[in-house]
């Protein structure tokens, strides 16, 4: 991959901020960009002391609204209560079709910006009727604790995914059909857990 240049003729007015350097025998400037505030509208779907203590449950929902796509752009998931013997929890990040989740507790997501209006997106927590699992996007192990040690002799276990900068986020497709969910494999007595999704919603 060569470098290149493409000529612009100065005129008159507003002037931009560049730094000028040589590339080959040319002359060039390179234009300074400052970043300004993100303005989408961000939410937070935060599924607070779920218990974990029945196999293959959906612990965690997220299902897109009817007309926007959702862009997943952090998720996490870390032990809240102790469990009754500790254990390795094995959870697995889906993709849901062809069914929007019912029963449970739904979880209405909290804007980051009051100002936005509400996130068409929905959430649930332990649904009775599960949406129709597809893709696996990731499998992974949070272990429980059993007692908490004595102050700074314990580093609690988690699982956090952020999105890669140089890649897209995770997208759910618009449609009320469509999700995400976090499914515990295992079945850990007393158990349970913290599990979040920060998220954006967009026409593209």
């Given at each position: 991959?060569?470098?290149?240049?493409?000529?612009?003729?100065?005129?008159?007015?507003?002037?931009?901020?560049?730094i000028s350097?040589?590339?080959?025998?040319?002359t060039?400037?390179?234009e300074v960009v400052v970043p300004g505030p993100n303005?989408?509208?961000?939410?937070?779907?935060?599924?607070?002391?779920?218990?974990?203590?029945v196999a293959n449950d959906h612990t965690l929902c997220l299902n897109a609204g009817?007309?926007?796509?959702?862009?997943?752009?952090?998720?996490?998931?870390?032990?809240?209560?102790?469990?009754?013997?500790?254990?390795?929890?094995?959870f697995q990040l889906l993709r849901t079709i062809t069914g929007a989740p019912t029963g449970g507790t739904a979880i209405t997501p909290?804007?980051?910006?009051?100002?936005?209006?509400?996130?068409g997106a929905a959430g649930r927590s332990l649904p009775t009727v599960k949406?129709?699992?597809?893709?696996?996007?990731?499998?992974?192990?949070?272990?429980?604790?059993?007692t908490v040690a004595a102050a700074g002799a314990q580093v609690d276990d988690a699982w956090e995914w952020t999105e890669w900068g140089h890649g897209k986020p995770l997208i759910v497709p618009a449609g009320t059909t469509n999700g995400l969910v976090i499914k515990c494999l295992s079945a850990i007595?007393?158990?349970?857990?913290?599990?979040?999704?920060?998220?954006?919603?967009t026409a593209f």
């Open positions: 991959m060569a470098e290149s240049i493409v000529q612009v003729t100065e005129g008159s007015g507003k002037k931009l901020h560049t350097y040589t590339v080959g025998a040319n060039v400037e390179d303005y989408s509208a961000t939410y937070n779907l935060p599924g607070n002391g779920t218990a974990i203590a009817a007309s926007l796509k959702v862009r997943v752009h952090r998720i996490r998931v870390e032990q809240n209560a102790n469990a009754t013997t500790g254990a390795a929890a094995v909290a804007s980051f910006d009051t100002s936005d209006a509400a996130a949406g129709t699992e597809s893709t696996i996007l990731a499998q992974f192990v949070v272990v429980m604790r059993q007595a007393g158990a349970t857990v913290n599990t979040i999704m920060e998220f954006t919603e």
